[in-house]
């Protein structure tokens, strides 16, 4: 998918690649509005026209989906965190959402208790597999410092 210069928030053109879910929604979307409004090249089109304020039909589309409440911005760091979750390196998860600056992207990308429980576990998990050299000091007395001598 392709955003071209001047169209995202940031006016920054990027390109990134869908996973095949939510392709193959998008795909659908495209199919069926070209079958009602060939001459519109939106691709979330209100009877083939732009739509000028969403509110109505997110709070609509949130609340049948059992998610009344939510903001565009919770899904936007859901993506943040399940990208950096997969693995995703944090440039490349960055480029996609369109973050220029990190301190923008590290108010999205929130750690939770449980990503610093998972944090101990794995490095729990990592220090068992090693070997570990374990030292200490030892005080020796004067009688004790003639034994070791002989």
Request: aromatic share 2%; glycine share 6%.
């Given at each position: 998918m392709r955003l071209y210069r001047g169209t995202?928030?940031?006016?920054?053109?990027?390109?990134f690649f869908l996973p095949p879910e939510p392709r193959?929604?998008?795909?659908q979307q495209w199919t069926d509005h070209l079958a009602h409004y060939p001459?519109?090249?939106?691709?979330?089109?209100?009877?083939?026209q732009r739509i000028k304020d969403i509110r109505g039909s997110w709070e609509r589309a949130?609340?049948?989906a059992g998610l009344s409440g939510k903001i565009p911005h919770d899904f936007r760091r859901t993506a943040i965190r399940n990208m950096v979750r997969a693995g995703i390196p944090?440039?490349?998860?960055?480029?996609?959402?369109?973050?220029?600056?990190r301190d923008v992207f590290d108010r999205y990308n929130i750690v939770s208790e449980g990503d610093l429980q998972e944090a101990a576990q794995k490095l729990s998990q990592r220090l068992s597999g090693q070997?570990?050299?374990?030292?200490?000091?030892?005080?020796?007395?004067?009688?004790?410092?003639?034994a070791?001598?002989?």
């Open positions: 995202p928030k940031n006016k920054d053109g990027r390109l193959a929604v998008l795909d001459d519109c090249p939106l691709v979330f089109p209100r009877h083939g949130c609340r049948e944090e440039r490349v998860a960055m480029q996609i959402a369109g973050h220029k600056t070997t570990m050299t374990k030292t200490m000091t030892v005080t020796v007395t004067a009688p004790q410092q003639s070791l001598s002989h």
